[in-house]
């Protein structure tokens, strides 16, 4: 793949992973309204936070995937090389436009939708599982994570998170491990994507090789 087709898939995968983290953050915080089309009016703010995760996270993966691929094609050093440039736009790669425009998208492509992933585990972290047909709480917070079904109980089909009544199905014990290691996954990648980015930016980095050059003499 090119550099230019990585770019255009990379400005796909962010834009539509900024529209859905924006949209289902906006859900998770009691709007009503949100940006037109996949905007969870029908899902309860709790459960959003479950398709914000499930989502959103590995297209975050994915985004931090070509963001590395990109950066590991680049033969300038400079890290506004190693970095896309969201639609294409034409810029001298160590312009002050350049490094004003990548990190402005790198923020929204890469930290924005991190920062939904953290908001997405901690408003799940918040809900309540109930047995179906009831209205008595199960687990909540971390014992979502300690909590498994019964002899008896379907896991498919027994158990609603969120809101008793309008709520979604939640398999207990393995779903909220499973969401809980896309989130550290994501997490993960992304400090690996910036390390990437920036190696050889950093003031350290660059400060090496005059602490050998005079170990030699």
Known sequence: MT???????????????????LNAWLRTQGFPDALPGLNFKEVECYSTAIFGIALCGPLLLLECYLTARFAGTAADPAWTARTPTAFGVALLPRSRDAHVYRA?????????????QIHFLDKFRGGSLYVRGTTTTLASGLALWTTRAKAGQRMGRDFI?????????????????????????????????????????????????????????
């Open 3 to 21: 550099r230019a087709t990585l770019e255009k898939v990379w400005t796909v995968v962010g834009s539509a992973l900024l529209y859905l983290t």
């Open 104 to 116: 402005l998208f790198l923020m929204l492509f890469l930290v924005v939708p991190l920062a939904g």
């Open 161 to 217: 998170f969120g809101d008793p009544a309008t709520g979604v199905t939640l398999f207990p014990f393995w779903e909220p491990w499973l969401l809980l290691a896309i989130v550290v996954a994501a997490c993960v990648a992304v400090g690996v994507v910036f390390l990437r980015v920036f190696r050889g930016q950093l003031p350290s980095a660059r400060a090496r090789p005059h602490r050998a050059r005079r170990g030699r003499v």
